[in-house]
């Protein structure tokens, strides 16, 4: 089975101060990873992805196997990033699993 | 190009009745997943559908199915609905699609929100 956890529901920090996203999965086999975003009254959208190993808006997210995570971090957070943030990993069978989410709130 | 679109927007049933849920992925993308989003939760895989056929299935009941058209339409059909089954209802097209993978990308539709009373 395939399980993805986000220990956070809420996240509050203030502008300009460092955000880490937390998330953790189960998964035997080897896991892809994402991390989606959800901005107010928007549609949910691919933030980033492991593989890619790339850092959109400034985020990044680094895949630790020994410790099965795949946090998301940002060494300073600004006001447009609050949203809600999903993790989610695609193991077998198609199925995109996602994590609950955490809401990111960046208070001025 | 106006993105993955689904239809209706908002849609309130009673128990036991039978709904179905429309969705348009972008031109050119051949397959589709469905999603459950129960209010606070993270979105729950039902279904994916590549060149009409289903690819994948998540743990929903028999009471869930779907179907993709030759244009790669698809629909969502719920039959004996229950209150639970009250949630919103994600459409996403994805750029290949035989499987899902990391060099995929899924382009999420801004959902149906099915109200079961």
């Known amino acids: 089975a395939q399980r993805v956890t986000q220990p956070e529901k809420l996240l509050s920090v203030f502008k300009g101060a460092p955000v880490e996203l937390k998330c953790n999965y189960s998964y035997s086999g080897s896991p892809e990873l994402f991390w989606y975003v959800q901005y107010s009254r928007q549609r949910l959208q691919l933030l980033l992805r492991?593989?890619s190993r790339e850092s959109i808006k400034g985020f990044t997210a680094d895949l630790n196997k020994g410790e099965t995570s795949f946090h998301l971090k940002k060494p300073f957070a600004q006001e447009e990033d609050s949203a809600m943030y999903y993790c989610?990993?695609?193991?077998?069978?198609?199925?995109?699993?996602f994590g609950g989410g955490t809401r990111l709130m960046v208070k001025p | 190009d106006a993105g993955v679109t689904q239809s209706p927007t908002h849609l309130i049933k009673t128990r036991g009745q039978h709904v179905t849920l429309r969705c348009s992925p972008i031109?050119?993308?051949?397959?589709v997943s469905w999603y459950q989003q129960v209010l606070g939760q993270g979105p729950q895989f039902i279904f994916q559908?590549?060149?009409?056929?289903?690819?994948g299935r998540g743990n929903f009941p028999d009471r869930f199915s779907a179907r993709q058209f030759p244009n790669y339409s698809s629909e969502l059909n719920v039959n004996a609905l229950l209150l639970g089954d009250s949630a919103l209802y994600l459409c996403?097209?994805?750029?290949?699609?035989?499987?899902?993978?990391?060099?995929?990308?899924?382009?999420f539709g801004p959902g149906t929100r099915l109200t079961v009373l």
């Open positions: 559908y590549y060149e009409k056929e289903e690819r």
């Open positions: 492991h593989i």
């Open positions: 996403a097209s994805i750029t290949r699609g035989m499987r899902t993978s990391g060099r995929d990308e899924q382009f």
């Open positions: 989610a990993l695609v193991g077998a069978g198609n199925m995109l699993t």
């Open positions: 031109s050119g993308h051949k397959s």
